[in-house]
């Protein structure tokens, strides 16, 4: 009987340590698969600036088409993610066109991308796309716990194809925006038909059927 019973332990003991096991190495893949792709530490981004390209100015309305350059400056001490990490990551987006508007107002970036050095050591890239821009860090950064702040400029190109005046969105930090005021195009509106102009003649004639055509 006791022997059965010692067995029954091994059994129930070895099961419980298997799951343990389990249950410790899934722990470590989530941690892993977690430092693999790097944390949003879009929060320790503490101003945005927009001017046009051409003024190096702030305006309080800018033209369609107007170009614009962005910089978006950080510091991990303003985030609540500590020192930056390999693959964190801090993000930009801003107002998309909506497909199903005839007449769009949208922020549009130009595709692009740098490196970004401290020390003139590169510490991580930033790409530009259509849609949004993107900072990853790379493991370099984790040389510089001190010293773990900067900036990076990118350019976007504010449309408005709408009647009426359009505030735009630079985003940053998922809910943060600076907004853009960007002007109405006025519509063009074509003339009403007057009937002057018109050229062609008028003249013709009339003959019998049996009439023969003149020579």
């Keep these: ?9 091994n059994v129930v003991l070895v099961g419980m340590l298997t799951i343990l096991f389990a249950m410790a190495f899934c722990a470590k893949s989530v ?23 051409t003024t190096n100015k702030a305006e309080s ?4 088409g107007t170009k614009l350059k962005v910089t978006a400056t950080f510091a991990a001490s303003h985030g609540s993610h500590g020192s930056f990490k390999e693959n964190d990551q801090i993000t930009v987006s801003w107002t998309l066109a909506k497909p199903e ?5 949208y ?16 510490v991580g890239h930033y790409s530009v796309t259509p849609n949004g821009t993107v900072l990853t860090f790379n493991k370099n950064i984790e040389n510089f716990p001190n010293k773990q702040s900067g900036d990076f400029t990118f350019y976007v190109t504010a449309r408005n194809l709408k009647s009426e005046d359009q505030t735009l969105e630079i985003i ?12 109405g195009t006025p519509k063009r509106q ?11 003649s008028k003249v013709g004639s009339l003959r019998r059927r049996d009439e023969k055509s003149p020579l």
């Design 190 to 200: 074509d003339p009403e038909p007057t009937g002057e102009g018109w050229g062609g």
């Design 101 to 105: 508007d005839k007449d769009k107002a």
């Design 107 to 122: 922020v549009e970036g130009f595709p692009d991308g740098m490196d970004l050095k401290i020390e003139g050591q590169v």
């Design 1 to 9: 009987m006791g022997m059965k019973l010692l067995k029954r332990f």
């Design 61 to 64: 309305k800018y033209a369609d």
């Design 31 to 53: 941690q892993a698969a977690e430092s693999n792709t790097g944390r949003d530490v879009s929060d320790s981004i503490n101003n945005i600036s927009v001017v046009s390209d």
């Design 172 to 183: 940053y930090d998922k809910t943060k925006v600076v907004p853009i005021t960007v002007a």
